[in-house]
């Protein structure tokens, strides 16, 4: 990726405030805040990571997005899942180049970004098509046209059935996954990997039940807290706030026969 940026680039503009504005750079735009108007030609061909002022003379600073920054801050009706459950999914799911994966409970799309970006291959099952063309149009502008060859979402229920064998992976965020085990029982492959997140308790109890009596092994619950420190000189201690509770991630593997 260049360093400098260029029309088409979706960017972040970060104010003296720690503020996060987001657009993609189009000729002739611009960017209005309550501390001025910055050009979109102002930002075409400056290196990523420059600070420029505003028609007020406040400063901004302007880099590319993170993933983790854009999820924030997309298009969205359902709630995402947040940034500090995407990395343990990818790990506990073992997502990787070349991978097929049914996710279902598409919502979104942040989900979707994180897998497609670590190289899956995605077929979604989503019964909202709001949410279906959400997710499609914030995968677009995060990773690029590209992305799209790898990624379909089906106007489909879950719930109902999972037409596709020999799935490496079933990821799901959905309120009753329990619903989905016999399907994921029968589209995996043997040692493929089941990965559900859920913010109840109570969800996880049944889910779990479904899990050991449909033939998965290795199943494993846990939470992601997340603990930011304050950091100020020798002012240093954990933040008075931190996010907490969002969801369970269980994770189980398909055992063969």
């Known amino acids: 990726m260049n360093a400098e940026l260029a029309e088409g680039d979706l960017v972040q503009l970060i104010d003296n405030k720690g ?7 189009t000729p002739g735009k611009e960017f209005h805040f309550h501390s001025g108007i910055i050009g979109h030609d102002e930002l075409i061909g400056i290196p990523e990571g420059s600070t420029v002022s505003s028609s007020r003379r406040q400063p901004f600073t302007v880099v590319r997005p993170t993933l983790s920054e854009f999820v924030l801050k997309m298009p969205r009706g359902a709630q995402v899942i947040y940034p500090k459950d995407l990395g343990p999914i990818l790990m506990l799911a073992d997502i990787g180049p070349g991978l097929s994966v049914l996710e279902s409970g598409v919502g979104s799309g942040a989900l979707s970004m994180a897998m497609l970006r670590a190289g899956a291959r995605i077929t979604g099952y989503e019964i909202r098509e709001d949410f279906a063309n959400r997710a499609v149009a914030n995968v677009e502008r995060f990773l690029g ?3 799209l060859s790898r990624y379909e979402v089906q106007l489909r229920d879950c719930y109902e059935g999972i037409d596709a064998t020999g799935l490496d992976r079933v990821v799901l965020d959905l309120p009753e996954p329990w619903q989905v085990v016999p399907h994921a029982a029968g589209a995996l492959r043997p040692g493929g990997v089941f990965l559900a997140y859920t913010p109840s308790v109570v969800q996880v109890t049944q889910l779990r039940e479904a899990l050991d009596h449909h033939g ?3 199943a494993e ?11 100020e000189g020798a002012a240093v201690r954990p ?4 996010v ?5 991630l269980t994770h189980a593997r398909r055992r063969a026969g």
């Not at 933040?239 to 931190?242: L, P, S």
């Open 221 to 231: 619950t846990l939470e992601v807290l997340n603990r930011s420190w304050h950091v």
């Open 244 to 248: 907490a509770h969002t969801g369970f």
């Open 239 to 242: 933040d008075h706030r931190m």
């Open 216 to 218: 998965f092994f290795a």
């Open 19 to 25: 503020r996060r504005y987001q657009g993609v750079l």
């Open 145 to 147: 046209a590209e992305a």
